[in-house]
């Protein structure tokens, strides 16, 4: 007869490897961490190579099992030898975090609460929406695509999972971000849910983290400098303050391990609420 797993037992991954795009920060750098304190070799790249190395040399020095990779995810073919890399490294590839990505900023609204000149639709910067496009949308999609690749050669293990960092403001009008972020991560939305039922068979799962708020060095880190921003911020929320980068660990944790074993294609909300009110101007 088999046995049920027990509960904790379905969150192990020591021994899995995991990759990690933009890891040299936020939320990225939480995921390597946190799959490197459940055990698995991490490779952590990002387009900042110094900060890449910086990061996975002080998880070695922490005592766990990672390496780096410079990697810019706009360029398909430094994605696809970052993943090569990983496999050859490591013997395979079970856990992939698409994660890089960046708001280029011009929101409608002015961080100051006035209209933003430059943020409106007729004369929004046609370079911005390129580049915002070009590494939220375009970055998430090579980063799939080489992942699937290599999982669909996973010949000793079955399958794998893909992590999709996408955003509140794939479902909500967030007026303060630009606004090629919106429609960007409300493509990934979408892109997430085709992958995840075309990879399916193949034992590949594809979940999408959808963050609120986080404290990191997104949009140059304005929120780290300027406390009555990150003060107006935290007022957006319902539950009273943008969140810390450990606190998406857990959830992480849930859609790359067995214990997210029957989640597949679903677009988790991590926003203290925010999808429950509308986002008003600072
Ligand atoms: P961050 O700036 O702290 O980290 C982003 C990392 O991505 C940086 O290390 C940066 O060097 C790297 N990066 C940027 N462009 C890249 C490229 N072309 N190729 C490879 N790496 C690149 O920001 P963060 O908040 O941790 O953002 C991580 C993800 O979380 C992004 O996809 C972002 O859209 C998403 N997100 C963040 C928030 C938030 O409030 N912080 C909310 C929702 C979604």
């Known amino acids: 007869m088999n046995e049920a797993p027990r509960t904790l037992d ?5 021994g899995r ?3 990690v795009t933009g890891a040299a920060s936020g939320i990225g750098l939480a995921y390597a961490e946190c799959m490197a304190e459940a055990g698995a070799r991490v490779t952590l790249t990002d387009i900042d190579a110094d900060g890449a190395a910086r990061e996975a040399q002080r998880l070695v020095d922490a005592g766990y099992t990672a390496r780096w990779a ?3 995810v706009t360029d398909l073919h430094a994605v696809a030898r970052a993943f090569d890399d990983h496999v050859a490294a490591y013997g395979g590839c079970d856990i992939a975090f698409a994660n890089a990505g960046l708001d280029v900023g011009d929101g409608f ?10 943020g409106q639709i007729d004369v929004y910067p046609k370079d911005k929406w390129d580049r915002s496009i070009a590494i939220n949308l375009t970055g998430i999609f090579h980063t799939v695509r ?3 690749r290599v999982m669909k050669a996973n010949t000793q293990r079955r399958g794998g999972c893909i992590v999709i960092t996408s955003s509140n403001a794939a479902e909500i009008n967030e007026a303060i971000v630009g606004v090629p972020y ?3 991560k409300a493509g990934v939305k979408h892109f997430m849910r085709h992958a995840a039922y075309e990879l399916a ?4 799962r594809v979940n999408a983290i959808a963050p609120g ?6 949009g140059d880190g304005w929120v780290k400098k300027d406390p009555a921003a990150k003060a107006a911020w935290d007022r957006l929320v319902p539950v009273g303050r943008m969140a810390e980068t450990y606190q998406i660990k857990p959830l992480a944790l849930l859609l790359a391990s067995d214990a997210g074993s029957y989640m597949t294609g679903s677009h988790v909300m991590i926003d203290g609420g925010m999808q429950l009110g509308p986002v008003r101007p600072l």
């Open 70 to 72: 410079a990697c810019d």
């Open 17 to 19: 490897t995991a990759i």
């Open 213 to 218: 708020p986080f404290v990191t060095n997104i």
């Open 10 to 14: 379905q969150f192990a991954i020591a």
């Open 182 to 184: 919106m429609a960007a």
């Open 146 to 148: 080489e992942a699937a």
């Open 201 to 204: 068979a193949h034992g590949i």
């Open 109 to 118: 609204w002015s961080p100051d609460g006035t209209r933003n000149p430059s």
